[in-house]
């Protein structure tokens, strides 16, 4: 998880222009972390590839950064391991990241 968070923090700040945003909810049954900021770049259809080992929004523009495209896509796979959920969004001029992991009863 340590991994999955650090590298969600990471692209947001790197990307946010005034606003970053970190959440943590939960409703008995799922944990909820959301990562937020008003910096992103990208279209509502990149949404549904943003997740694709080796994409990177950056590549319309020459990938001036340098960014192989790999961190979501492993945050993914890593998430899922967990049993869990990654989602991005777009809301209100935020780009939005939320994972949702289930809370498992002690004695299980």
Known sequence: MQRVV???VNNATR???NTFEMKGWNNH????ISVANDGHHLQP???SKLFDRYYSGEYRN???KGHLGIGLSISKNLVHLMQGEIKASINKNRFII???LPIYDEGI
């Open 6 to 8: 650090s590298n969600l």
């Open 98 to 100: 939320t994972i949702e």
């Open 29 to 32: 049954q799922t944990i909820y």
């Open 15 to 17: 990307y946010a222009m």
């Open 62 to 64: 020459g990938n001036p």
């Open 45 to 47: 259809e990149e949404l």
